[in-house]
Every structure is written in C-alpha cells, then in structure tokens.
C-alpha cells in the first residue's frame, strides 16, 4: 500500500510564507498520474489547489492562489513540495496531498493524512 505524508503546516500571519512537503513510499517517477495539493478550510469542501503531471513538464493551480503558490517536485527524494507566499487568512485550511499509483493493474488515488495551515491576520 502507497503511503503519502505530508508536513509542514503551521500557524503564520497573514503577508508570510510557508512551504509544504509530501513524501510518497514509492517513487514518484512511477506514479501512472499526477500529484496534487487539495485543502479543505473550515466548514467548506476540499478543493484542488495545485496538480502537477506525472512528467513534471505541466502544473496547474487554482485561480485563488495563483502567483502566490509554487508546486516543485524532487524525484530523488519522492518528495512534492508546495511553496506557499503572501498567505492570507483565507488560505487557512488543512492541506492534503494526494498521489496516483498503479496497484495491481488499477490506478489508484493515495491520500496524506492532511497537515493543519492557519494564517491569522
């Protein structure tokens, strides 16, 4: 079974930076889809916030954090990174990352645990 985990989430003012892992137990260069950051803020619907191709070449994120958010990916580490600039309170959610894997013959989707962001004002 495909473990993802993520960390890094903390509690920052509004105007700071913030930067997310997720590290995946298999590697990242076989993963048969993307991988994704998602977030869930209080009381509302998770929602995608950034999704990288599996080849790296494409990342697209969603229209509230763009030119804020940044998705980097390390292969040697198996490791996703979200860079995250001029947080506002409205970025406040739990983070997840998820990632696609083949078991058996099937590709499944494989969820972190999800890491707790708090921007105060």
């Known amino acids: 079974q495909v473990q993802v985990v993520e960390s890094g989430g903390v509690s920052v003012q509004a105007g700071g930076s913030l930067k997310l892992s997720c590290v995946a137990s298999e590697s990242i260069n076989n993963r048969c889809g993307g991988m994704y950051w998602y977030r869930q803020p209080p009381g509302k619907p998770r929602e995608l916030v950034s999704a990288?191709?599996?080849?790296?070449?494409?990342?697209t994120y969603a229209d509230s954090v763009k030119g804020r958010f940044t998705t980097s990916q390390d292969y040697a580490k198996n490791t996703i990174f979200l860079q995250m600039n001029s947080l506002k309170t409205e970025d406040t959610a739990v983070y997840y990352c998820a990632a696609d894997f083949v078991v058996f013959t099937t590709c499944r989707r494989f969820w972190g645990q999800g890491t707790q962001v708090t921007v105060s004002s």
């Open positions: 990288i191709r599996s080849d790296g070449t494409t990342t």
